[in-house]
């Protein structure tokens, strides 16, 4: 994911798809409730292993668990974010469910660094792959019926697609086009989720993409790309429009948005006052190539680092040129705009 730096919304490649399969039916304990993720680097928690993956190199991971172990950031995600807030174990991801068995009751992280609802990087499992995955499970009887009755799923789509759209050199008039294609693509795949029997099923809005650091060197970290960002709300407010449609059709509220573009802003947005964290400069990543060839985590031939990294990841909202740290993970989750879309988790 991490080697287009270049690419405005490559930012993206977590995309939060996460889908959260929350638990509702009353009286269940904790242990009962499962947490289902699907989606790209935001969420993802250890599923992309390929050898060129920045998540598997120092220094990602410093503050948590304290080496490299597969999060695209210093420390943990989204993911271990909202696993908090449930008050549930982070579920793990897919690709150790073997090893790691007993934890399979907790539900499974199927996100993957690098994807988007198209295939963005092939061989990466798509979202479409993705939920293969768990409907596989299913039919296997890993999980029964009501395992998935009081289950969430957290969906983060968080611009992969975007960021290949560029790369394949799409038009600037084909954009709005594309756009609503990737939402079409989305709503079918949490409409599938819900077909699964996922209860609740929250979708991730999309980040303000041009304030991403990969965006906003051109101006040493100083200002957000206006023009991605007016896509980006392109894309949110067709999401709005779907995720009111699906619950309308399937008579329930089952689907709702986490709201990521709004606490992207409001921590970033420097004149806003806000709970949590507020950093110097929020634009500033903390581990910079020295190039534009070079990427955090980047070293030449002689093994020698190809990047600086700050001193304290705690005192930055951006790890590398996409992701946040720790820090900045934290900070979007305090926000009002985020506490109040986390708490339609919660099952009625
Ligand atoms: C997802 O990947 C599968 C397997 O490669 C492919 O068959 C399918 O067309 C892809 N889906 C989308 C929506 O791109
Ligand atoms: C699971 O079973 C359903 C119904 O039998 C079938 O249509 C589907 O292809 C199977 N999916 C997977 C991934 O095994
Ligand atoms: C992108 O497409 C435009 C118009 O089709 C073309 O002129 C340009 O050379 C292409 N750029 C690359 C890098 O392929
Ligand atoms: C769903 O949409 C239909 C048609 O637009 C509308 O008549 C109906 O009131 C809506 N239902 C709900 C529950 O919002
Ligand atoms: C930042 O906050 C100020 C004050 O609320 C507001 O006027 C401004 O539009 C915001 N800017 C952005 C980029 O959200």
């Known amino acids: 994911m991490v080697a287009q730096n270049s690419a405005v919304f490559f930012l993206f490649l977590f995309c939060f798809l996460f889908i959260f399969a929350f638990s509702g039916v009353e009286g269940l304990g904790k242990g009962e409730q499962k947490l289902f993720v699907f989606g790209d680097s935001y969420a993802d928690t250890g599923n992309n292993r390929i050898a060129l993956a920045s998540s598997w ?29 449930l008050g549930m174990k982070t579920p793990i ?76 050199n799409g038009s600037t008039a084909g954009f709005p086009a594309f756009i609503s294609s990737v939402v079409i693509q989305l709503t079918v795949n949490l409409r599938r989720i819900h077909g699964l029997g996922v209860k609740k099923i929250a979708v991730g809005s999309l980040p303000p993409l041009g304030c991403l650091p990969a965006n906003t060197a051109p101006s040493s970290f100083q200002r957000c790309d206006q023009t991605q960002n007016a896509l980006v709300n392109l894309h949110n407010q067709l999401l709005l429009q ?85 820090e900045g993970w934290r900070a979007v989750f305090s926000t009002p705009a985020f506490q109040n879309s986390l708490n339609q988790l919660w099952l009625n």
Not at 57 to 65: A, H, N, W
Not at 277 to 304: H, I, M, R, W, Y
């Open 57 to 85: 190199k120092f220094p990602y991971g410093i503050t948590f668990p304290g080496k490299p172990a597969g999060r695209f950031s210093d420390g943990r995600v989204s993911t271990d974010f909202i696993a908090g807030y």
């Open 93 to 168: 991801p897919y690709r150790w469910r073997k090893q790691l068995a007993g934890r399979v009751k907790y539900g499974l992280n199927f996100a993957y660094g690098g994807t988007g609802v198209f295939d963005t990087r092939a061989p990466y499992p798509n979202m479409t792959t993705q939920i293969d995955f768990l409907q596989q499970l299913i039919n296997d009887s890993v999980y029964t019926k009501r395992d998935l009755k009081t289950s969430l799923a957290y969906v983060s789509a968080s611009g992969n697609d975007y960021a290949n759209y560029i790369a394949m």
């Open 242 to 326: 779907a995720v009111t449609n699906l619950n309308n059709q399937t008579n329930s509220n089952s689907f709702f948005i986490l709201d990521i573009h709004g606490a992207f802003s409001t921590v970033l947005n420097q004149t806003q006052a806000h709970q949590g964290p507020t950093f110097e400069n929020p634009l500033q990543p903390c581990c910079v190539g020295v190039s534009a060839a070079f990427s955090c985590g980047s070293v030449d031939e002689n093994g020698e680092k190809k990047y600086t990294l700050c001193s304290n990841p705690k005192s930055n909202f951006f790890w590398d040129s996409l992701h946040p740290t720790q």
